[in-house]
């Protein structure tokens, strides 16, 4: 089963931050907090992963809060192409990744 | 680099019926690992490799057998097709280190009847 909760679907105006939530209450100290996400029936893409600090690339911002039972990601300006489904995933090495059904963002116009 | 190649993009079997889904990566990594998708469903693990010679079972692994004979190379044979089996199926590779992310082939969109 996955170690994450997301919200079922979300929705965000083109342009502004797209702020997605995911609870890991059960995470464990070495595990790490994967991003990735799924556009229409494509392959999914990794988008982001942190273990302890904010970690920020070219696509998107990770918050890790203190006590790691919980983080966001931040899309900083939504596009209508970042409609998509996003997926938090709990992953240690030695472990496998296992996809819950993820959050379905839609980015309105 | 080419990334996770996936042949065939789409197949139509029919029941019973036995068939090979191929999947390649040109990136030289140890891990490998099979999904399949369900309508409106998250991905599970079919089967994974670790390196070449070296296959174990993931969460729903009935039905299907794989075989690393090479690095780059990760097939999934289904041995008798049942109508259970109409999925999307996607490969994936990444680099043991630890934090790698896994890379994802387009798909195969399987149809059993």
């Known amino acids: 089963d996955a170690k994450t909760t997301q919200p079922t679907s979300m929705d965000c105006a083109e342009g502004r931050a797209a702020n997605l939530p995911c609870n890991h209450s059960?995470?464990?100290?070495?595990?790490?907090v994967y991003w990735y996400r799924q556009i229409h029936s494509q392959g999914p893409q990794y988008i982001i992963h942190?273990?302890?600090n904010n970690e920020t690339n070219e696509m998107a911002s990770l918050i890790i809060t203190e006590d790691r039972k919980s983080s966001t990601l931040i899309l900083p300006h939504a596009t209508l192409r970042d409609t998509a489904v996003y997926y938090c995933i709990v992953y240690n090495y030695g472990q496998n990744f296992v996809f819950g059904p993820g959050t379905r963002l839609s980015v309105l116009p | 680099n080419a990334g996770v190649t996936q042949t065939p993009k789409f197949q139509v079997l029919k029941t019973g019926q036995s068939m090979t889904l191929q999947c390649a990566q040109d990136m030289n990594h140890e891990y490998m690992s099979w999904y399949r998708q369900d309508p409106g469903m998250g991905l599970r693990l079919i089967h994974y490799s670790v390196g070449a010679g070296i296959t174990d079972q993931g969460e729903v692994p009935n039905g299907y057998n794989v075989s690393r004979s090479t690095t780059e190379d990760f097939p999934l044979r289904l041995l008798s097709a049942a109508p259970s089996q109409t999925s999307v199926y996607f490969c994936a590779s990444s680099s043991p280190t630890g934090s790698d992310e896994q890379y994802f082939g387009p798909g195969t969109r399987l149809t059993v009847t």
């Open positions: 942190g273990l302890k």
């Open positions: 059960t995470i464990s100290g070495n595990e790490y």
